[in-house]
C-alpha cells in the first residue's frame, strides 16, 4: 500500500504514522524512538525556505508545495541489462543495488571480501547488526537542526550499510547503485548508508543515484561515515537522476585522528540538486579532500552546500569545486570552512571556479570562512568567467581548430577534478559521462 | 616573550570625556509629535515633514534586521532621545563668537576650528551633537560654487537639490534603520560640486554624541556634477557612557558622468569597556551611484571604535565603464564586533569595482566582513577584484568572511582571494631584536598588513590612522 | 524541446490577484490583470524572495520584501533595488486552463 506525504493537511505527520507500523526495525526501541523525534524535529522546522540563509539562492518550493508517495516494491520493472550502463568495468565487483529506494537481492553482487568486512542493505543490518546500528546510526547527521536529514531519518527504511573492521583493506570498489523507475505519481525514497570504518582499515564506496525514465521525484538521501584513526576512505557521489527529478543529498563525515577521506562529488542530472557536504574533522590531523564537479544545462538548478568543520589541531582540508554552466541553468556554490578554537595550525583551502557558457546561466558562490583560532592557515578563492581567451588563442595559433579547441579547455578543466580520483574504473566511468555531456551539448547546439 | 598586558589594557580611552553645556534635550521616545518637533525646530518645509512621516509609518511595520553576525541587547527605542543641541544656538559670524565651553571641547578633540588649520585648506562641518555649531569657510568654497553646508541649511537655501537627491540612493523604506534615520536625521553634510569643478579643499566633518541617551542621526548627501571632483572626509569621536548609544546614520553619493567622490572615514566611536559595557552601535547604511557614464565612487574607512560596526558602503555602477571602489580596514578588539563589508552592485557595461578589506580581530574581538559582488543580465565586460584578508592577534577573538558573488552575465571576469593569518612569534622576535618593543613590532606588522588601504587615505587622514591603530591594538599581544 | 504545460485554473487566480504555482523546479507567478494573465518566475531579481507575496497594482507587482517594482507583462524592472528585469513566460489560456510556455 502506497502512503501519500504532502504539506497539505498534515500529510508528513498522518504518513509517518501509517509507514511506521510496517518499517524495519519497528521493533527496535531505540530505532523507534529515533524515527519519532526526526519527525516531530521536521514537523517543527518545516521545509527550509529562501529567508533560510542556507537555503538563499535555492527555492525548495516545488518540493514543499508538491506530494510524494512512498511507492510498494517496483523490483519487477528492473532487469540486469537494464543495470549495464550504470556499471563499471572491474572484475570482482560488490554491488548492492536498490529499486526506488529498496534493495534487490536478485539484482545484486557479492563477491569474497576480506575477513569481517560486512556490506548488506541496511534493513537486514537493522536485524543481523544490531549493535553497530545502535552506536553510530543518526548519531551525526543532525536531524535536530536540518529539515531534509529529519525527514530522511523518520522515514528512513533501506540502504547501503559498510562496515570495515580493524586493519582490513578492501581492493574491490563497494557500489551501491539507486535506481528510479517509471512512474505515474511522484514517488520519494528516503536512502540512508551508513559506512563505519574502523582503525586503520581502507575502503572505496561508490553511491551511484541513476533513472530508467524521465519522470518527477524526489530522492532525500543521507550517509553517514565514521572514519576510525589513521583509516582512509574514498568516496564517490555520482548524481544522474533523471531530468525531473528532485535529490537533495547529505553527507556527513565524522573523521578520527590521522584519517583521511577522499570524497568526490559528480553532479550531472535532476532538475533541483542539493548536496551537502558535511565533513568534521575530530581527531588531530586528519586531512580531508572534498572533490566535486557539477554540470548543467536547461534549467537545471545545482547547489553545492560544504561545511567543512576543523574541531582538532593540525588537520588539513581542501575542497576542490569546479563548474561548467550552459543553458539558463542556475549553479550556487556555498563553501564554509568552520575553524573551531582549538584547532591550531590547521591548514584548510577552498577553491570554486566556474565556466559559464551562456548569457542566461547564472551562478552564485559564497565562499566563506568562520575562524576562531589563531595559528591557522586558510584560504579561498573563487574565479567565474568564461573560457580563456589567451587559451583559446595559443591552441588556435597551433592549427587547431576553434571547436576543437574550446573542447580541449573544457575538458581540461573537468579533468582536474576527475584526476584526484584513485578507483580507475570509476575516473573513466566518470570520463565518459563528461565526454557525453559535452557530445549531447554539441548535438543540441546543431539543432 | 612576556608583556605587561595589564597595565597597556586599561589604558583609558583617550576621548572619553564630557562636555557640560546647557542642552536642550527633547524626551525619550519616538512619536509623530516627537517628529514633528524636530521638523519644526529646524523649520522645515511641508514636503520634508511629510516624508519623514511617511518614512516613520514605514518604520512601525518593519522588523528589526537579526541576520548580522552580531549580538547586543535589544535596543528599546523609546527609551531614546532623538534631538539634543546646545541652548546658545544663533548663527556664528566668526568663532570668536562660540560658545567658550564647546570651543574648548573641540580644541580637546584637536578639532580644527582655528586659524593653523585654516592654512592648511580644510573646511570643517564641526556638528556638535544634533546642530550644526559653525560652517566654516563658506565663502572661500562659494567662489568656486561648491555648496557645503549643513543638511538643514540646505534644506533651507537649496530646496530644489535637497528635494531631487534626498532619497534618489536610500530611499525610506531600504531597511529598518534607513527608514529610523528618515524620519528623525537631525543634521549632516550636504555637499554640491558644480559641473567640472575641482573642489579646491578636502572636505571635513567631525561628530560627537554627547547627551546620555541621545542616538545621533545624521543624514549627509553629496552630489557631483558632471566632470567634478571631490573628495570628503568624516571623522568621528565620542565620550565614554555606559549606556549604548545608537547612531544610525545614511549617507547618498550621487556621482553624474565623468564624476568622482571620493569619500573617506576614520571611525573612533567609544567601543565600550574591557567587559563590553557601554560603547556606540555603529549601524549605518551608506551607498553611492554611479549615475553618469566613467563615474567613480570610492570608499576608504578606518574602523576602530563603537562597541558593534554594522554597515556596507556600496557602489551601484549604472553608467557604462564606471567605477566603484572600497577600503577597509576594521579592527575588533576587547569585546568588540563588527559585520562590515560592501556590495558592489554591477548594472551598466565594461564596470569594474575592487574591494580591499583587512581585518583585525584581537582580544574577544568578532570581526566579520560580509559583502556582495552582482553582476546584472546586461552588465557585459564586468571585472571585479575582492582581496579580503583577516589578521588574528590572540586565540579568543574570531575573523569570519562571507563574500556573496552572484553572476548573471558570462562575460563578467571575477576574482576573489581570501585569507586568514596570524601575527608569527618568530616574526614579533625578529623586531624585538632589533630594539623594538613587542608593542611597537605589533604595530609595524599591522601597518604593513594595512598599506594597501592606508595608501587611498588623504595625508593627515593616513597620519591619524596609523595613529589609532596602535593605540586601539594597546593590551592584544601576549 | 520545450512544451507548454498545464499550470493552473483559471477561477484559481482572480482579477488582481497574484499566486503562485510550482512548475517543473521552479515557482512561476501568474497574474490576472482584468481578465488577462501574465506569467513570471516568482523571484525577485535582487534577492530571489517571491513576487507573489507582493502588491499587485494594474500592471506593476512591487515586491514585499525590499521594495523592487516590475513590469508584468515585459518583465523589465521599474526601479532599485532590482538592477535586472524578471524572466515573464509566454500563456496560453483554453476554456478554464492556463498553460505556460517554460524555455528549455
Known sequence: MSITLSEKDNGYIEGFAGFEKNAPGYELGWLKSIREQAIAKFSELGFPTLQDEDWRFTNVAPIARS???????????????????????????????????????????????????????????????????????????????????????????????????KGAIVETPIHLLYISTDGDTASITNPRNLIIAENNSQANIIEHYASLADNVYLSNVVTEIVVGENSTIGHYMIELESKKAFNISTLRVQQARSSNIRSHSVLLGGSLVRNNVHPVLAGEGCDSLINGLYMSNHRQHMDNYMKVEHASPHCDSRQLYNGILDGR???????????????????????NRNLILSDTAQIDTKPQLEIYADDVKCTHGATIGQIDENALFYLRSRGISEEASRDIIMHAFTNETLESMSVDSVKNYCYNLVTNWFEQRKQEQKV | ?????????????????????????????????????????????????????????????????????????????????????????PKLESLDDLDPEIKAAYD??????????????????????????????????????????????????????????????????????????????????????????????ELSTYFRINAENTGQFERTLIIAEEGSYVSYLEGCTAPKRDENQLHAAVVELIAHKDATIKYSTIQNWYPGDSEGKGGIYNFVTKRGRCVGNNSHISWTQVETGSAITWKYPSCILEGDNSVGEFYSVALTNRRQQADTGTKMIHKGKNTSSTIISKGISAGFGQNTYRGLVAIGKDASGARNYTQCDSMLIGDKCGAHTFPYIEVKNSTAQMEHEASTSKIGEDQIFYCQQRGLSAEDAVSLIVNGFCKDVFKELPFEFAVEAEKLLSISLEGSVG | MAEFEK??????????????????????????????????????????????????????????????????????????????????????????????????
Open chain 1, 329 to 351: 541553468s542556475r549553479g550556487v556554490f556555498h563553501g564554509r570552512i568552520i575553524v573551531h578554537k582549538d584547532a591550531q595550525k590547521t591548514d584548510a583551502k577552498q577553491t
Open chain 1, 67 to 165: 506530494s510524494f508517495e512512498i511507492l510498494e516494491n517496483g523490483h519487477d520493472k528492473v532487469s540486469a541489462s537494464d543495470l549495464a550502463p550504470f556499471q563499471f568495468e572491474d572484475t570482482d565487483v560488490t554491488e548492492l543495488v536498490f529499486v526506488n529506494g529498496r534493495y534487490s537481492q536478485e539484482l545484486s553482487t557479492h563477491s569474497p571480501l576480506p575477513k569481517g568486512v560486512i556490506v548488506k542493505n541496511l534493513a537486514e543490518a537493522m536485524v543481523s547488526e544490531q549493535e553497530i546500528l545502535q552506536n553510530n546510526l543518526a548519531k551525526y547527521a543532525d536531524f535536530k537542526e536540518e529539515a531534509f536529514t529529519a525527514l530522511n531519518t523518520a522515514f528512513m527504511e533501506d540502504g547501503g550499510f559498510v562496515y570495515i573492521p
Open chain 2, 108 to 201: 580637546k578633540l584637536g578639532i580644527p576650528l582655528d586659524e593653523q588649520k585654516m592654512l592648511a585648506g580644510v573646511a570643517v562641518d564641526a556638528v556638535f551633537d544634533s546642530v550644526s555649531v559653525i560652517t566654516t569657510f563658506k565663502k572661500t568654497l562659494a567662489e568656486s560654487g561648491v555648496i557645503f553646508c549643513s543638511i538643514s541649511d540646505a534644506v533651507r537655501e537649496h530646496p530644489e537639490l535637497v528635494k531631487k537627491y534626498l532619497g534618489f540612493v536610500v530611499p525610506a523604506n531600504d531597511n529598518f534603520y534607513a527608514a529610523l534615520n528618515t524620519a528623525v536625521f537631525t543634521d549632516g553634510s550636504f555637499v554640491y560640486i558644480p559641473k567640472g569643478v575641482r573642489c579646491p579643499m
Open chain 2, 1 to 89: 616573550m612576556s608583556v605587561d598586558i595589564e597595565k597597556l589594557a586599561q589604558q583609558e580611552y583617550k576621548y572619553g570625556f564630557v562636555t557640560d553645556v546647557d542642552q536642550e534635550i527633547a524626551p525619550v521616545g519616538l512619536n509623530e509629535d516627537v517628529i514633528r518637533m524636530i521638523s519644526a525646530k529646524k523649520d522645515e518645509p511641508q514636503w520634508l515633514l511629510e516624508w519623514r512621516l511617511k518614512a516613520y509609518e514605514n518604520w512601525l511595520t518593519m522588523k528589526e534586521p537579526t541576520w548580522p553576525n552580531v549580538h547586543y541587547s535589544p535596543i528599546d527605542y523609546q527609551s531614546i532621545s532623538y534631538y539634543a543641541a546646545p541652548k546658545n544656538m
Open chain 3, 7 to 104: 499550470v493552473a485554473k483559471v477561477s484559481d487566480i482572480q482579477p488582481g490577484e497574484i499566486k503562485s504555482f510550482v512548475l517543473g523546479n521552479e515557482m512561476v507567478a501568474i497574474c490576472n490583470d482584468n481578465g488577462n494573465f501574465y506569467a513570471f518566475i516568482d523571484e525577485c531579481s535582487h534577492q530571489a524572495l517571491p513576487l507573489s507575496d507582493g502588491l499587485l497594482e494594474g500592471k506593476t507587482i512591487t515586491c514585499a520584501y525590499h521594495g523592487a517594482e516590475f513590469n508584468i507583462e515585459t518583465g523589465e524592472a521599474l526601479c532599485l533595488p532590482a538592477v535586472d528585469g524578471i524572466e515573464t513566460y509566454e500563456v496560453k489560456v483554453e476554456d478554464d486552463d492556463i498553460y505556460i510556455l517554460l524555455p528549455d
